[in-house]
């Protein structure tokens, strides 16, 4: 059984940063470096969001406009993770943060949830 597990949320300032990592197991050698993945985010009262997305090899990254020149997606295939590096955050990013896969394009989630990792800005 597929399962993903985020971690790396917490309490930041505004201007601040964040590393999420998302760490999946559960799956046959080789597997996870074909799967497309993407982060998705969720404020308090508002609809799920997309926030950004990677391809298989990592070749093609994108994002949602909100984020676009501060977050930054990665990953490790050999580790079996996909990261989310936020930088200049600000008070409207905070949200519960999910990793999601595999699915290709965005914004279409795959099957595949994390429990969420929690991302709080502060002002």
């Known amino acids: 059984q597929v399962q993903l597990a985020e971690s790396g949320g917490g309490l930041v300032q505004s201007g601040g940063s964040l590393r999420l990592s998302c760490a999946a197991s559960?799956?046959?050698?080789?597997?996870?470096?074909?799967?497309?993945m993407m982060w998705f985010r969720q404020a308090p009262g508002k609809e799920r969001e997309w926030v950004a997305g990677i391809t298989n090899g990592g070749r093609t990254t994108k994002y949602a406009d909100s984020v676009k020149g501060r977050f930054t997606i990665s990953r490790d295939d050999a580790k079996e993770s996909v990261y989310l590096q936020m930088n200049s955050l600000k008070p409207e990013d905070t949200a519960v943060y999910y990793c999601n896969g595999p699915s290709w394009p965005p914004p279409n989630p795959g099957p595949h949830w994390g429990q969420g990792t929690q991302v709080t800005v502060s002002s």
């Open positions: 559960g799956l046959t050698f080789g597997t996870f470096s074909r799967y497309a």
